[in-house]
């Protein structure tokens, strides 16, 4: 039997990024990376518009952080809540990548590519452009000549930044109720139960998602037992 151990130092590391970004998440600091999850989150309903045959129409970003994505087309149902599970899921493969593989430096540069490609391809406000494509050719620049463990930071620093983001902007929801956001519009538009109850059920998938994730990014492998 494999016996599995977690490493103290890697979850000591990710402990002090998901405190930094809780208490200074509204912080001048946090404000490039709340645009870049935002763009997870607006990334994550265009994909599930083009998945299930829709088509991308735009993707704007304001200066506060809220993004909006027009999509022609698609399972409604699929990409309302698609924004939290995509910046979650964004957030979580970027954990994994980071501490389960050396690939480090690859990884930057073909996530600072692709948000490179996507912004020019979809987003269309000068915020969320200029943010986007700045955070994706720092990504490029980091990996080509930056080091690995420079590399390992930055990527947990961003899937933990993410990650948060899904916990903390579905908490929001829990808030707001009947505001312009995901959960109120599947309330109306797909199943009319109080929209604090869908928020209430995406949080609870995040933080199920967020904890899966963890342990498979802190798990180690020391052995086996004898037989």
Not at 5 to 27: E, I, N, P, T, Y
Not at 195 to 213: E, K, M, N, R, Y
Request: charged share 15%.
């Amino acid at each position: 039997m494999v016996r599995v151990q977690v490493s103290w130092g890697r979850a000591l590391v990710l402990a002090g990024l998901f405190a930094a970004a809780f208490l200074f998440w509204d912080s001048v600091v946090f404000h490039p990376l709340r645009i870049l999850v935002t763009l997870f989150h607006e990334f994550g309903h265009g994909l599930a518009g083009v998945l299930t045959g829709g088509t991308i129409t735009l993707i704007t970003v304001d200066p506060m952080g809220g993004g909006l994505c027009y999509v022609s087309g698609g399972m409604r149902w699929v990409i309302l809540p698609a924004g939290y599970i995509g910046s979650m899921a964004a957030g979580c493969a970027i954990l994994i990548l980071a501490c389960r593989t050396r690939w480090d430096r690859q990884v930057a540069m073909v996530l600072g590519a692709l948000l490179v490609l996507a912004c020019l391809a979809f987003v269309r406000s000068r915020t969320g452009l200029l943010y986007g494509t700045l955070a994706g050719a720092g990504l490029v620049f980091s990996g080509r000549k930056l080091s690995e463990e420079f590399n390992d930071l930055l990527l947990c620093f961003i899937g933990a930044t993410s990650c948060l983001y899904a916990v903390l902007d579905v908490r929001n929801l829990m808030r707001l109720g009947r505001g312009f956001n995901d959960a109120a519009m599947f309330s109306r538009e797909i199943i009319p139960l109080p929209p604090i109850v869908w928020a209430f059920l995406w949080g609870l998938i995040s933080v199920a998602v967020l904890a899966g994730t963890l342990l498979a990014a802190l798990r180690r492998p020391s052995g086996r037992d004898p037989p």
